[in-house]
């Protein structure tokens, strides 16, 4: 039996991901494209293979191998060059509202000393699992996969690592189970330390959204990360205005703690895509708390996240030609 009638006994939907196939001295080699594949369909896959080959006449023994192609998947970053502007908030609801486009997307919760994606996404407590290696995400309500330390280590247990062991914890949690995911979208720590220096030279993203306040100090921050990213070869997706201005829930007066447009004045000064403001909101902020990311409801915050995630695709797309 030759190598091509031995490939029509597979099944249609297995030959299709067949590389290569050889029988040579009774062993059948086969290598597959496993790219886009869940753990389990990645075994099923492989049984099926073994299985069908092994009982053709001539093969005495099938070996297997299983490739995954990930060139299709982009890899987005979320920075900024301060803490607290809400930029774990803003990745987590455009993870949701990208998934809620119908777009196949997982979150990488890669501030390792302090992660805050379990409880944005309300999955805290659930404990990551690995398969051949590597780590299985944990699954959400919102149809967004994430992995954090938060699902890797005790809640509430200090880490006291050194730069390049959060760089190490990094390509783990960026190299896993990812499935059939088209994006992931990175929640960096803030500032532009070692897991910043790791992504760039070993987890290049496609494309990186800067998240900032509007007042000046903030912007100042916000420009050293759009050095680094710029620095790496990696291009601004745009700038998105965060606590944009404060509407009081009894008189509805709005007021603007942190300034306004100042993000979007910092963004036509650097030639760089506006993607959008997001409202400084009791209901935001009380989201996050209860693991219920606002952009999986409906009302002006689900808008203002939905807007951004569609100005964000369009821009990636606009750095693609």
Not at 148 to 172: D, I, N
Not at 212 to 237: C, E, H, N
Request: include cysteine; hydrophobic fraction near 45%.
């Amino acid at each position: 039996m030759d190598d091509q009638a031995l490939k029509q006994h597979l099944p249609a939907a297995v030959a299709a991901r067949v590389r290569s196939l050889k029988l040579a001295d009774g062993r059948a080699i086969a290598v597959l494209d496993a790219g886009g594949l869940a753990p389990d369909a990645r075994d099923a896959l492989e049984a099926s293979v073994r299985d069908s080959l092994a009982r053709q006449p001539g093969v005495r023994e099938v070996r297997v191998a299983l490739m995954a192609d990930r060139r299709h998947r982009t890899i987005i970053a979320v920075g900024s060059g301060k803490g607290g502007v809400g930029k774990s908030t803003l990745t987590a609801n455009l993870a949701v509202a990208l998934a809620r486009m119908g777009r196949k997307v997982g979150l990488v919760d890669a501030d390792v000393y302090g992660p805050s994606q379990p409880t944005i996404l309300g999955n805290a407590g659930q404990k990551a699992t690995a398969h051949d290696g590597k780590l299985v995400p944990v699954a959400s309500r919102w149809g967004v996969p994430v992995l954090s330390m938060g699902h890797l280590v005790e809640a509430g247990k200090a880490l006291a690592w050194r730069g390049p062991m959060a760089g190490s914890a990094l390509g783990q949690l960026i190299d896993a189970h990812w499935g059939d995911a088209e994006f992931i979208l990175v929640d960096l720590p803030p500032g532009t330390g070692d897991v910043q220096l790791s992504m760039l030279q070993k987890h290049k993203p496609a494309g990186a959204v800067i998240v900032s306040t509007p007042q000046d100090l903030a912007l100042i921050d916000a420009r050293r990360a759009m050095q680094l990213f710029d620095t790496g070869g990696v291009p601004i997706l745009g700038l998105v205005e965060n606590m944009a201005g404060y509407a009081c829930p009894h008189c509805g007066e709005v007021s603007d703690p942190f300034g306004q447009g100042g993000v979007e004045e910092a963004a036509g000064a650097l030639g760089l895509p506006f993607l959008g403001r997001i409202p400084l909101t009791i209901a935001i902020r009380s989201a996050g708390d209860e693991g219920v990311p606002p952009a999986a409801g409906s009302g002006p915050e689900a808008e203002a996240f939905a807007a951004i995630a569609r100005a964000m695709l369009a821009s990636l797309q606009a750095t693609r030609g």
